[in-house]
């Protein structure tokens, strides 16, 4: 259940497409939360297929865990991949489900969205695409995907039902959700909530 937040929500997006918009532009600056190529090797990504993501994609990666952890995908699915970012789990899973699968990879900061596209396009992956839209509003039919995956993005949402909502209509019946993000044990206070960096970080 989501818990209601005094926050103004489009100040939230706006902040964080700022800080997402420098990880794709300004890689190499010292984030609050770690990133790249070799944040994804120390998480256990499959190092055959990581190592042929582009390096425009890898060093922008800022995923919090490793949702292929959860599971293989297999040759021929559709996969959502929410919130995809610069690219690197998308260009993974089209690894995975091979051409006759497909990839879709969702994000609203387009600096992400324009270094995901060039990833593909370097990894002459054409089963992949990417769409700028925001997870509240998935500009997709009911039912269209085998599985969804996602890293470190719903925690960066204050709407959980509105996320989950949009991702079981889009998911087919029988379909998996594979979700890397952060999770708490306690009750975050109402002045952290409110707190915008630590929402964007
Ligand atoms: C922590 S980064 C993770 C990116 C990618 N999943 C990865 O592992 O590298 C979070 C991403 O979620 C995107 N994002 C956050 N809130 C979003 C929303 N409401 N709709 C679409 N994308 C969102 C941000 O633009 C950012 O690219």
């Excluded at 700022?18 to 190529?37: C, H, I, L, W």
């Excluded at 190592?51 to 959502?80: I, Q, R």
């Excluded at 039902?161 to 890397?180: C, E, I, N, S």
Aim: overall charge negative; aromatic content about 6%.
């Amino acid at each position: 259940m989501s818990v209601p937040v005094e926050i103004d929500v489009e100040t939230l997006k706006c902040e964080i497409k700022k800080t997402y918009a420098q990880v794709s532009t300004e890689p190499d600056t010292n984030f609050m939360f770690p990133t790249g190529r070799a944040w994804a090797r120390d998480l256990d990504y499959p190092p055959d297929l990581l190592m042929n993501v582009p390096d425009g994609s890898a060093e922008s990666f800022a995923g919090v865990a490793n949702p292929f952890s959860l599971g293989h995908l297999f040759p021929g699915e559709h996969v959502l991949d929410l919130g995809c970012g610069a690219g690197t789990d998308s260009l993974v899973a089209a690894q995975m489900v091979g051409p006759e699968g497909r990839v879709t990879g969702v994000d609203m900061t387009p600096e992400m969205i324009a270094k995901a596209r060039a990833g593909a396009l370097e990894l002459g992956a054409e089963h992949v695409e990417f769409v700028e839209s925001e997870v509240e509003r998935l500009p997709f039919d009911d039912e269209t995907f085998d599985v969804v995956i996602s890293n470190g993005v719903v925690d960066l949402i204050p709407d959980k039902d509105a996320v989950f909502a949009a991702l079981f209509r889009v998911l087919r019946p029988g379909g998996r959700l594979q979700l890397a993000d952060v999770t708490i044990q306690r009750p975050v206070s109402e002045e952290g909530r409110r707190n915008i960096d630590l929402w964007t970080g």
